[in-house]
């Protein structure tokens, strides 16, 4: 199994930064053979959506909403993925999963990110 721990969510204010970081460990095996991390985001009573992504390869997606302002990058050599928040605003409170794909689909527990108006 993979196990992805999330750390760097808290309060800013709006205009703010904030990065998010998720290791991935456990099964060495199958931590290789992840193709994509990424974040996605849930706010109560909506669908979880996808902020930003990133494959081994270096190729990245990111959610319209969030261009321009969110930078997702990756450390393969420290099962890492990282995801820099620039320029916060209201609407980006909620929280936030660190999400692997690979033999199997991994989340981890969420992060909470709070920004204030």
């Known amino acids: 199994q993979v196990q992805l721990v999330e750390s760097g969510g808290g309060l800013v204010q709006a205009g703010g930064s904030l990065r998010l970081s998720c290791v991935a460990s456990?099964?060495?095996?199958?931590?290789?053979?992840?193709?994509?991390m990424g974040w996605y985001r849930q706010a109560p009573g909506k669908q979880r959506e996808l902020v930003a992504a990133?494959?081994?390869?270096?190729?990245?997606n990111y959610a319209d909403s969030v261009k321009g302002r969110f930078t997702i990058s990756r450390d393969n050599a420290k099962s890492t993925v990282y995801l820099q928040m620039n320029s916060l605003k209201a609407e980006d409170t909620t929280v936030y999963y660190c999400?692997?794909?690979?033999?199997?689909?991994?989340w981890g527990q969420g992060t909470q990110v709070t920004v204030s108006s």
């Open positions: 999400n692997a794909d690979g033999d199997l689909e991994y």
């Open positions: 990133i494959t081994s390869a270096g190729t990245t």
């Open positions: 456990g099964s060495i095996s199958k931590i290789f053979r992840i193709i994509s």
